[in-house]
Nanobody, 122 residues
Framework: VQLAESGGGLVHAWGFLRLSCVASRRTFSSYAMGWFRQAPGLQREFVAAISWSGATTVYADSVKCRFTISRDNAKNTVYLQMNSLKPEDTAIYYC????????????????WGQGTQVTVSS
């Protein structure tokens, strides 16, 4: 599975962005998907995940109530709507695919995109 993120950019604090991740494979609908982020000098951290059907979504505490993960299996796409952005949200954001079930640990995902930069200015 090849994954391609888009939608990153520079935004002011309290602004919003919508990230997209398009998968190359038709079996996308059978994969759980996750979003992770990595800031300079820090480890990659879990942001959000969604089950293959979209029925289950989970979030890191730091983004709960601000970010929303969703998916459109007909378009092989997963989204991350990010509202009320803060400077500490600045990072490279990656989407990842897991053929089994959603997970919070990065090492449980088999496929990764190249990432998209999100920069939030204060």
């Amino acid at each position: 599975v090849q994954l391609a993120e888009s939608g990153g950019g520079l935004v002011h604090a309290w602004g919003f962005l919508r990230l997209s991740c398009v998968a190359s494979r038709r079996t996308f609908s059978s994969y759980a998907m996750g979003w992770f982020r990595q800031a300079p000098g820090l480890q990659r951290e879990f942001v959000a995940a969604i089950s293959w059907s979209g029925a289950t979504t989970v979030y890191a505490d730091s983004v709960k109530c601000r970010f929303t993960i969703s998916r459109d299996n007909a378009k092989n796409t997963v989204y991350l709507q990010m509202n009320s952005l803060k400077p500490e949200d600045t990072a490279i954001y990656y989407c990842a695919a897991n053929p089994s079930s959603w997970a919070r640990r990065a090492n449980e995902y088999n496929y990764w995109g190249q990432g998209t930069q999100v920069t939030v200015s204060s």
